[in-house]
């Protein structure tokens, strides 16, 4: 299919090196530009060895001079870059690994999710309602699994008859060009990635592509209660059949009763739910509008939301010390994240934040203090968050460990320690993972 195409790959990590293994397979004649240096790239010499030609320590101009049919851009590169923008600017496609897995694969149910929170829940919910009613499924994306990988795996460019579940992210969706799922969402909007993107309305907008190349055949979930997402939508109109889904009015998925109901049918009680926070009944809803649109009955929806106890880094329940109960919600990389875990627990909390900073603004969430009794800033944007949180117990410390170590020191029997960092991890972590991994290490290893 690609045998004879002359394709860039721009940047390795895992979603590079999975459009590479799929672009061999198809037989493509790939090219990799990577900025670390030869030394750093653990597959280099089993690349050149298979033919692909290596240019790395750097982005060459004479590189994007040349002319290739097209390029697959890893989403973390930014896309101002002037090599990007040149590419464009010479016609030349630049796709993301999703674009590319979907353009070669047959066929499938594409149940496509954006936002800028709840995604990994949803998604996640989404793909064990599928796997629970047997269905051939795949779970990839911002999620941590690249599509391509699952095209090679599953044979996606000769089998058809999958449902794919895709956490997308706005740098994954910038460069789609005819990526049509049969399903979207976009969950909520809020301020994000304002170190990446020109401005918040570009974010915003960016969100919207996930429905544009659906038809009257595919179906939209529309998030009632978010008026920032209704402008959007009005000022980009979604072509697919609109279902709706709220926690404050009519729809067509909704509470009443306290329950959850989908069009007049039950779904599930409130007391069965095991996973904390209003926001996460609203991430049940797209999971419930999901699989019933994709067929599944509502049986299987019901057991796998009753037993589902959420996602590791989301509010995670760590471990009670001394009458503390602590959480890791290592995964709040913005105000917007943290604001939502707040609000899931019933008393004030002890609250760890900071890390890398990226210019959020904290307006919003300094209206919280309420919900905070003490607070710990650490990180390069600990200082700034302290200053302007303004909660009248605050402390500023060098690292996150540094920060539980004093959370246990303040912490009486009862309180909740909550690591909701607001900010991306890395000043001190690779991501939100690692930082979430050694939170979780360390409140183990306390004595």
Do not use: W
């Not at 790959?9 to 672009?23: R, T």
């Not at 630049?94 to 990994?120: D, F, R």
């Not at 956490?167 to 399903?183: G, K």
């Amino acid at each position: 299919m690609l045998k004879g195409k002359k394709v860039l790959v721009l940047g390795l990590a895992k979603s590079g090196q999975a459009a590479v293994e799929l672009l061999m397979a198809m037989h493509a004649t790939i090219t990799v530009n990577e900025f670390a240096t030869q030394d750093k790239i653990a597959c280099y010499d089993e690349y050149v060895a298979r033919g692909i030609e290596m240019v790395v320590g750097g982005h060459p101009a004479e590189l994007f001079e040349r002319d290739f049919d097209f390029v697959v851009k890893n989403p973390g590169i930014n896309y101002h870059k002037p090599f990007v923008l040149r590419l464009k600017e010479r016609g030349i496609p630049v796709y993301t690994e999703i674009e590319l897995a979907y353009q070669v694969s047959k066929p499938q149910n594409y149940i496509a999710i954006t936002g800028t929170n709840g995604k990994t829940t949803t998604v996640t919910l989404i793909n064990e309602i599928l796997k629970n009613a047997t269905r051939r499924v795949c779970l990839a994306g911002n999620v941590g699994i690249p599509l391509s990988k699952c095209v090679l795996e599953n044979d996606l460019c000769n089998q058809s008859g999958f449902d794919i579940v895709l956490e997308m992210s706005n740098f994954q969706l910038l460069d789609i060009a005819t990526f049509h799922p049969h399903i979207s969402t976009i969950i909520n909007l809020t301020p994000d990635h304002l170190d990446y993107m020109a401005s918040l309305d570009e974010y915003y907008a960016s969100k919207t592509r996930i429905y544009m190349n659906q038809n009257s055949d595919d179906y939209y979930l529309e998030n009632k209660d978010d008026p920032i997402l209704q402008e959007y939508l009005s000022r980009y109109p979604c072509p697919a059949q609109m279902i709706s889904f709220s926690l404050e009015q009519e729809a067509d998925c909704m509470l009443k009763e306290n329950a959850i109901y989908y069009q007049g049918e039950h779904i599930i009680d409130l007391d069965e739910i095991k996973i904390v926070g209003r926001h996460n009944l609203q991430n049940m809803m797209i999971a419930i509008c999901s699989c019933l649109l994709s067929g599944v009955d509502i049986p299987c929806i019901h057991d796998t939301l009753a037993s589902f106890t959420g996602v590791e880094h989301r509010i995670e329940f760590v471990r009670e010390y001394q009458g503390v109960k602590y959480y890791n919600d290592s995964k709040a990389t913005n105000t917007d994240a943290a604001i939502i875990a707040l609000k899931a627990f019933e008393k004030p909390v002890i609250l760890l934040m900071g890390g890398h900073e990226k210019g959020l603004d904290l307006t919003e969430m300094s209206t919280y203090q309420d919900h905070i009794s003490h607070l710990i800033c650490f990180g390069d944007a600990g200082k700034r968050f302290a200053e302007e949180m303004k909660c009248a117990h605050t402390e500023i410390v060098e690292h996150m460990k540094d920060a539980i170590i004093k959370a246990k020191e303040l912490a009486q029997d009862g309180d909740i320690v909550l690591l909701s960092p607001s900010t991306s991890s890395y000043d001190e972590f690779s991501g939100y993972e690692e930082r979430g991994n050694i939170f979780k290490q360390i409140v183990n290893d306390l004595k």
